[in-house]
């Protein structure tokens, strides 16, 4: 069953702007919102990077490659976390990946994948 549901992904032009979801479909919402969520990507051939991550108490974090470009933020009510992408660089062309955690578990989206081009 799913855990994590990424959606949003597509092709976008150099400079242009996408919105990433993903839903926690079996949570209920006090789990949901005590969780630390985060957006990662993984580039062709790279490693899987942090890109910018979001605690229960809403502190966030960004990578400085993003910082500036992108927003992350919660729906708690809808068990939700999005990432808006702003002025896209081709250089981020990856598969983007929602992870959850929660005291000491943690779980992985299927991943919804970007392509930025000309």
């Known amino acids: 069953q799913v855990q994590l549901a990424e959606s949003g992904g597509g092709s976008v032009q150099v400079g242009g702007s996408l919105r990433l979801s993903c839903v926690a479909p079996?949570?209920?919402?006090?789990?949901?919102?005590?969780?630390?969520m985060a957006w990662y990507r993984q580039p062709p051939g790279k490693e899987r990077e942090l890109v910018a991550s979001?605690?229960?108490?809403?502190?966030?974090y960004y990578a400085d490659s993003v910082k500036g470009r992108f927003s992350i933020y919660r729906d708690n009510s809808r068990k939700k976390t999005f990432l808006q992408m702003n002025d896209r660089k081709p250089e981020e062309t990856a598969g983007y990946y929602c992870h959850q955690r929660r005291e000491s578990e943690t779980c992985w989206g299927e991943g919804t994948q970007v392509t930025v081009g000309q």
């Open positions: 079996r949570n209920i919402f006090s789990v949901f919102s005590a969780s630390d």
């Open positions: 979001i605690t229960s108490d809403r502190a966030v």
